[in-house]
């Protein structure tokens, strides 16, 4: 029998609020591409990507040179908000990458490097640019852990112990597509402000996942997506788009709303926003609603200078035509993959967008999901689950995993689910 992985400092001293290493109970060393390798020299494919924050996957070799080489000759680590180099070839790579492609005149603010003060950050300016104190979030939704990120997250849990007052200026709304069914959002959002006996007060803005992936991966129509932009233009309320999880190829396009075609006031990022996991979170705005007062919403680290370094080199992947196309690749296997499961003789059901796809075991059916976790690590492929109890796999493959690599995981997946049941 294989020896038990050492854990035992981790169970003695770690607090019990560690959450992912329980389903995955092994001591990881080393990282390459799209595989974790354990210390007692288990190689895991991983289609978890660190919950969204390695889409490029481990140990890039560009994004390493380029850090090493960095770290080789002294440049500056630690630079808060002042102007570096390395700042300043990052945002001309934003300018040339994401932001004269799409024609837009937004400004970038570097914010705390998680998505939740991301989250905070919005919130925060879109009441200052409005003068109204309510945000309007969905059901199923997730921004953060922070007081204000979980105060437009749809969790009851979470929230109980962040901040009464702060949960008490959210209006929730069902998503376009739930656990619980489909719902005509839109037409709530009208009923909203048109019943004269509602006491609905149009907030600041509106804060959305182009895909909701906690809630269970259930990405919303490029119809819904204009619609929920129509009302908040119709309203003059601030549209702000979560790209945390969702942004940097998951959906398949940079953006999880570029199919769509809209146009956000403001853009949350983080996780793969820095191409290789390092703590860094961006914030887009339109140039006009940038009414920020200097150190009006600061954090020590907001200039991490190696997340600036990968993330260039990250943003750059996307002029790439064979990026781009192995990209292509890459989905179209996922959803072979996808159409394969929904044909298998098990009672689940597929949903899935780009490289993300959830494996839905039914509404209160967590154990079957968590056996199905479980039997993947077995097969060597790490995965993690969503879903309101966790009843959904959810499938994040680093987004330029080699194409027979992938197929290679959700072979062993496509056997894993019937066992599952
Ligand atoms: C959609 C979304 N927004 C915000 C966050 C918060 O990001 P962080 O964990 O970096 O604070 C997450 C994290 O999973 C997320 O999925």
Redesign the pocket.
Same mark, same amino acid.
């Given at each position: 029998m294989a020896a038990q992985p050492d854990t035992a400092v981790f169970e003695l001293l770690e607090s019990n609020v560690r959450s992912y290493c329980r389903s995955a109970p092994l001591v990881f060393t080393r990282a390459k591409g799209p595989h974790l390798f354990t210390e007692d020299g288990r190689r895991i494919l991983d289609f978890f990507s660190g919950? @969204?924050a390695l889409n490029y996957g481990h140990n890039d070799e560009a994004m390493t040179e380029a850090l090493v080489s960095h770290l080789r000759s002294g440049g500056v680590l630690h630079g808060l908000d002042l102007y570096t180099a390395t700042k300043r070839d990052l945002l001309h790579t934003i300018q040339d990458c994401l932001l004269t492609p799409r024609g837009w005149d937004y400004k970038v603010q570097f914010c705390g490097p998680? @998505?939740?003060d991301a989250?905070e950050a919005a919130i925060k300016l879109a009441r200052k640019v409005t003068g109204r104190r309510g945000i309007l979030a969905f059901n199923g939704s997730?921004?953060?852990?922070t007081a204000g990120a979980l105060a437009v997250s749809g969790a009851r849990r979470l929230r109980a112990y962040g901040s009464p007052g702060a949960n008490a200026e959210t209006t929730f709304v069902p998503y376009e597509n739930s656990m619980y069914g489909p719902f005509d959002s839109l037409a709530h959002l009208d009923r909203l402000v048109e019943e004269a006996g509602s006491a609905f007060e149009l907030p600041a803005a509106v804060i959305v996942?182009s895909v909701q992936?906690?809630a269970g991966v259930f990405a919303a129509s490029a119809e819904w997506l204009r619609g929920v932009r129509e009302w908040t233009e119709r309203h003059g309320v601030l549209l702000i788009c979560?790209e945390?999880?969702s942004g940097c190829g998951r959906a398949g396009d940079f953006f999880a709303f570029d199919h769509a075609g809209i146009v956000p006031d403001i853009v949350t990022t983080?996780?793969s926003i820095s191409g290789n996991g390092l703590p860094m979170a961006l914030l887009f705005m339109k140039r006009e609603l940038d009414v920020w007062e200097p150190g009006e919403h600061t954090g020590t680290f907001r200039g991490n200078q190696l997340a600036f370094i990968t993330a260039k080199i990250a943003l750059e992947y996307w002029q790439n035509e064979e990026f781009r196309q192995h990209l292509a690749e890459n989905a179209s296997a996922l959803d072979g993959f996808a159409r394969q499961a929904t044909q298998l003789d098990a009672p689940v059901k597929l949903r899935w967008t780009g490289m993300l796809a959830g494996i839905d075991f039914g509404l209160g059916n967590l154990d079957a999901a968590a056996r199905a976790q479980a039997l993947c690590l077995d097969a060597g492929v790490l995965v993690e689950r969503c879903g309101p109890n966790g009843e959904v796999v959810k499938l994040m493959p680093p987004i330029n995993t080699p194409t027979d690599v992938l197929t290679e995981g959700f072979t062993a997946v496509l056997d894993v689910i019937p066992k599952a049941i």
């Open positions: 919950a @969204g998680t @998505g939740a989250s997730y921004h953060g852990m996942e992936i906690q979560d945390v999880q983080a996780k």
